[in-house]
T-cell receptor
Framework: GAGVSQSPRYKVTKRGQDVALRCDPI?????LYWYRQALGQGPEFLTY????????KSGLPNDRFSAERPEGSISTLTIQRTEQRDSAMYRC??????????????FGEGSRLTVL | AQSVTQLDSQVPVFEEAPVELRCNYS??????LFWYVQYPNQGLQLLLK??????LVKGINGFEAEFNKSQTSFHLRKPSVHISDTAEYFCAVSDRVKLTGGGNKLTFGTGTQLKVEL
């Protein structure tokens, strides 16, 4: 597609349920990032991939959060046993990266998660 | 670790007036600096970036920003705003040293809501 696509755009779930958020990056983009944005805050880094390799997961808040990008394209962020504090906008971004050069991040419209 | 401070959460301004959105950063290493804009119900879009060279950088939609190393600031300016500039603006930094394999992990500020009024 023309841009970064995220689904679902809105997800309402009950506490304790698992959720999976999907990101389809711009074709050919090597790097893929996940950010979380709470209301009134800036995006907060969660994790990123180069191709299928997860390079940095230091921002994942705890072991309920995981991400994968098995074929180096589409990525899934999974939150297990959701809690109310997980409610936020989850943003995905991709980049046509070159080593040592900060490529522009192209963001999707985000997935808004509400945990009741 | 880096941090970014955007002192103004909201900035109201009349159309055709100049505007400055403030950004200060803290880092123990050299950084790259960015401004992103977020229009309602859209993703963040890169406005401009400072990588090296001239400290005055120009971006899209007539915006510019000046990197001031001594004051650790990267304020965003526009000489004459338009209604369509109403949006949320985020300042961000990334660590030059840790930039390997093309990774560009950003630390964002809390954002400034620019509201342009007639």
């Amino acid at each position: 597609g023309a841009g970064v696509s995220q689904s679902p755009r809105y997800k309402v779930t009950k506490r304790g349920q698992d959720v999976a958020l999907r990101c389809d990056p711009i074709s050919g983009h090597v790097s893929l990032y996940w950010y979380r944005q709470a209301l009134g805050q800036g995006p907060e880094f969660l994790t990123y991939f180069n191709y299928e390799a997860q390079q940095d997961k230091s921002g994942l808040p705890n072991d309920r959060f995981s991400a994968e990008r098995p074929e180096g394209s589409i990525s899934t962020l999974t939150i297990q046993r959701t809690e109310q504090r997980d409610s936020a906008m989850y943003r995905c971004a991709s980049s046509l990266a070159r080593a040592g050069v900060p490529g522009e991040l192209f963001f999707g419209e985000g997935s808004r998660l509400t945990v009741l | 670790a880096q941090s970014v401070t955007q002192l103004d959460s909201q900035v109201p301004v009349f159309e055709e007036a100049p505007v400055e959105l403030r950004c200060n950063y803290s880092s123990s290493v050299s950084v790259y600096l960015f401004w992103y804009v977020q229009y309602p119900n859209q993703g963040l879009q890169l406005l401009l970036k400072y990588l090296s060279g001239s400290t005055l950088v120009k971006g899209i939609n007539g915006f510019e920003a000046e990197f001031n190393k001594s004051q650790t600031s990267f304020h965003l300016r526009k000489p004459s705003v338009h209604i369509s500039d109403t949006a949320e603006y985020f300042c961000a930094v990334s660590d030059r040293v840790k930039l390997t394999g093309g990774g560009n992990k950003l630390t964002f500020g809390t954002g400034t809501q620019l509201k342009v009024e007639l």
